[in-house]
């Protein structure tokens, strides 16, 4: 599948709706599409009826000879799928404004996706912003690293995972024939900037020209890199960290005060819950933590010894009494109260003393 941009391909479709195109023959005086585009072949495409029009990427097919909407670029329905009612339109090869590289009035470009060239020789200047990933060979009558030009070539060192730019002066290598012995490197200077290495050494240079690899025994001098990468052992007489000065190892302090980093003992396991215990935080699991507590993992209802008494009546209200029953308590007004215990309200025993005195006369 392949992007293609032809000359005079006109067709005529009598397609309806919003679906793929069925393309009827070329227009007098134009080729086809079959003529110019293989099988799954894209291209962008113009579809008009003189009033409405549709601009987009088409997907061609040439088994029945179609063209699909893969994607509408701009179009009289808003820049989306027109809906065709019945009729005969023209649909042509063109290339929308919105995909062409234009010069502005300094004869500069710009492009916002990605630059593929090949050959040896594309562009006379290229002014680049972002990354450059460069899967070739880089060949340059000349460089330049932050406005320095850089002209001096190592013959025979191969420098790999270079991430940051070295302002040099001068680069002096001391070669000796044997290209397995050491080699002395006198001086990287000018490296004042951020992101720039100087490095001097006053100790060897190994070279190892099979695997393109050089080791030093002795640096000296100054490391000023925005990113670096050691495997090794890094020693110095002064380390500073953005400015400032690294002056002894730094430690952590350990306990359960403000600001103190937390210490587990070794018995912390998943799902445990932590205690403090002096300085450090131990773990406790669920039945530990109800004995710390002297709590019960799960409560037995009833009216026994130890038991939870629990409500089983669905009617307690408010100013009730309590009566035991065999599973637990249910709820008693006042007169169930007076009718449980056989007694008689005061009122009712009053009203009694009055009628016992009127029939005694």
């Known amino acids: ?29 134009f080729e086809t599409f079959t003529t110019n585009l293989s099988n799954s072949d894209t291209t962008y495409y113009c579809c008009t009826d003189g009033t409405d029009f549709e601009v987009g990427l088409g997907t061609f097919t040439s088994s029945g000879t179609t063209l699909a909407r893969t994607t509408v670029i701009s179009s009289s329905n808003s820049n989306n799928a027109v809906s065709w009612s019945s009729g005969t339109r023209t649909l042509f090869c063109t290339l929308p404004a919105t995909k062409t590289i234009v010069l502005d009035a ?3 470009a710009s492009v916002g996706g990605t630059v593929t060239a090949t050959g040896t020789s594309v562009f006379t200047n290229l002014d680049i912003s972002g990354d450059v990933d460069i899967d070739g060979t880089l060949e340059a009558d000349a460089v330049t690293v932050n406005g320095t030009a850089l002209n001096t070539v190592i013959a025979g060192v191969t420098v790999t995972n270079a991430t940051n730019a070295v302002n040099s002066t001068h680069v002096s290598v001391a070669d000796n024939e044997n290209a397995n012995e050491e080699n002395l490197i006198t001086f990287i200077e000018d490296a004042s900037a951020t992101g720039n290495v100087g490095l001097e050494s006053d100790g060897d240079f190994s070279y190892n020209p099979s695997t393109g690899t050089v080791s030093a025994t002795i640096f000296k001098g100054n490391i000023d890199a925005v990113d670096g990468d050691f495997d090794g052992t890094l020693e110095a007489d002064a380390i500073t960290l953005n400015g400032t000065a ?14 103190n980093v937390a210490q587990f003992t070794t018995g912390v396991a998943d ?28 409560l037995t209802f009833g009216i026994s010894n130890t038991n939870a008494v629990k409500v089983d009546s669905a009617s307690v209200a408010d100013d009730e009494y309590a009566r035991f029953t065999a599973n637990g ?14 007694g008689t309200s005061a009122s009712d025993a009053a009203n009694e003393a009055t009628a016992l005195a009127i029939a005694l006369g």
């Open 329 to 342: 308590l249910e709820s008693r007004s006042t007169s169930e109260v007076l009718s449980d215990i056989g």
């Open 246 to 259: 690294i002056t002894a190892t730094a430690t952590l302090s350990t306990g359960i005060s403000n600001t």
């Open 1 to 29: 599948m392949a992007l293609v941009l032809s000359d005079r391909v006109k067709e005529t479709t009598t397609t309806t709706g919003t679906g793929t195109y069925s393309l009827g023959g070329a227009v007098a005086g």
């Open 106 to 108: 300094s004869g500069n």
């Open 271 to 298: 799902d445990d819950f932590l205690r403090v215990a002096g300085t450090v935080i131990e773990g406790r699991s669920a039945a530990e933590v109800l004995s710390d507590i002297g709590g019960q993992a799960s």
